[in-house]
């Protein structure tokens, strides 16, 4: 079910006087990365003292997110546990997404480039599970039954900020246990119980994983702002749930940010699950679900949200695109309702599931944005215009905005302003 015919509202345009023209500012972060993978993944898997493992079968996690070089970690991985004796293959570990089938998962990971052929390893996907007991909270914890039946676990997987609680475990090692590879079932006994101390609950649902399943190490991966691999680390299973909230801490350092405090309007050029669960991260945006008209401390102060297209590789997967104010028609017609209504039932957020105002390109998108930002006319309103929540490296910032732009020494102005260039459909020309 999508928005195909959808006839969205056309905009009347009385004060229109232009858009204010925009300039092209590079955003300056600290270049912290990893050059050799394979390298580092033999330093780190050496350094474990791992058991004997001649012969073991060993499940390695794939989860549904777009990570940089997720295919030469897994299969460096997968080759250090080969050079010690092992069969290790490959098992997706992101709950119900995918629509919550087998091969649906297995699709997702070939759009990340994960395959058989790159990863030197057989995928096995099922959505069959294993009940492994329950937590102090009373929630199930489940495990993929592939992982389950082999001799070991190694829970390869980004450690980032969530997009919907803070604690000190968020996204990460116990998570991809936890609601990764405990697939459907896992995921909705986890989430069916709310988001209130989501942490907490968390933590005791990974206890019970750590104890019943046979986890052979975590591979914590952290991104650095350019889409690069900041870090690789080995942890030993007794020490995943100690060590999580020091790497998260080092993780929220690394991430990308919008290096501007405040905007009247934020335009989002793709929306798409493989940027972030929530398709744009309000780690970013400081746009939150659970309290959108909340302006958080070191977050920007962004007064209007619009979305100019989801990504194809969401497969129609909007979930969460409510807490943006607009979109476009194109970004309207490419939901999937049956998709997003998937997700959010599985985690029990049904508020994931609300639609912004659908406007009718994304000329209209930007000016409803402007125009009931506050600002005193369009013509005037402070915009900023970012490609992705994960592409930070160079947004476009409004003129009027020159100053804090100036005034900031991680910011660097590159070329002269220039107008908003739309096609005869009035959509910015360019975008797909």
Known sequence: MTFQDVIPYRLAKPDFAGFPKMTRVRQNFTD???DDIEERVHEEITRL?????TGKKIAITAGSRGIPNITRILKAVGGELKALGAAPFVVPAMGGHGNATAQGQLSLLREYGIT???VDMPLRSSMDTVLLG???NGAAVYCDR???EADW???CGRVKPHTDFRWEIESGMCKMMVVGLGKYDGATAFHKTGTGEMGERLVNAARVFITKAKVLCGMAVIDNPYHKTHSIEAVKPENIIAREPELLREATKAMSKILLEEADVLVVDYFGKEISGSGMDPNVTGRFFHSPDVFYPNYPRIKKISVLRITRASHGNAAGIGVADFISRKAAQSIDLASVYTNCLTSRYSIGGKLPMVMNNDFDAIYAAASSSGAHSVKDARIIRIKNTLALD???VSENMSSEVKGNGALEI???????LFDSGNDISGLE
């Open 32 to 34: 912290v990365f990893i």
């Open 49 to 53: 003292a791992l058991p004997e493992l």
């Open 116 to 118: 058989e052929e790159t």
């Open 153 to 155: 676990i190694v829970v």
């Open 394 to 396: 160079n947004i476009w």
């Open 414 to 420: 590159e070329g002269e302003p220039s107008e908003i």
């Open 146 to 148: 592939n992982a389950y």
């Open 134 to 136: 329950n937590s102090e």
